[in-house]
C-alpha cells in the first residue's frame, strides 16, 4: 500500500502561481501511476493529470492544458503540480491519487481507476 500526502496550498491571486507537492510513503511510489483531481463545492470530483510510473506518458484535461504540468521524482517518491496563470474558477480541493500499475507507460483518467487518495489541500484563487 502506498499514503500520500498532498501540500503546498493556499490563497493565490488570479494569474499568480502555485506547486503542489504529494509526498507518498509505504510502497515504493515507482510502481504506481498517478495523477491529480480536484473538487470545487458542489461539484463532482475532476480529472486534471496524469503521470505514468517511468514519466513516460502525461496527459491533461482541457482546462488546464498549458496551465498546468505535472511531474514526479521517484527516487524522492513525490509528485508535483505546477500550475500557472490560475484562474478563479480553479479554486477548489486539490488530491493526488495513486493507482498500482504494471506497465511503465498506462495512465489512468477516471477518478474510479485509482484506490489511493491524499487528503487533499486547499487552493483559492482571488480574483
Known amino acids: 500500500q502506498v499514503q500520500l500526502v498532498e501540500s503546498g496550498g493556499g490563497l493565490v491571486q488570479a494569474g499568480g502561481s502555485l506547486r503542489l507537492s504529494c509526498q507518498s510513503s509505504?510502497?515504493?511510489?515507482?510502481?504506481?501511476?498517478a495523477a491529480w483531481f480536484r473538487q470545487a463545492p458542489g461539484k463532482e470530483r475532476e480529472w486534471l493529470a496524469t503521470?505514468?510510473?517511468?514519466?513516460?506518458?502525461?496527459k491533461y484535461a482541457d482546462s488546464v492544458k498549458g496551465r498546468f504540468a505535472v511531474s514526479r521524482d521517484n527516487a524522492k517518491n513525490i509528485m508535483y503540480l505546477e500550475m500557472n496563470a490560475l484562474k478563479p474558477e480553479d479554486t477548489a480541493v486539490y488530491f493526488c491519487?495513486?493507482?498500482?500499475?504494471?506497465?511503465?507507460?498506462?495512465?489512468?483518467?477516471?477518478?474510479?481507476?485509482?484506490?489511493?487518495w491524499g487528503q487533499g489541500t486547499q487552493i483559492t484563487v482571488s480574483s
Open positions: 509505504g510502497r515504493s511510489f515507482k510502481d504506481y501511476a
Open positions: 491519487a495513486a493507482k498500482l500499475a504494471g506497465s511503465l507507460r498506462v495512465v489512468y483518467t477516471s477518478r474510479n481507476d485509482y484506490n489511493y
Open positions: 503521470i505514468s510510473r517511468a514519466s513516460y506518458v502525461t
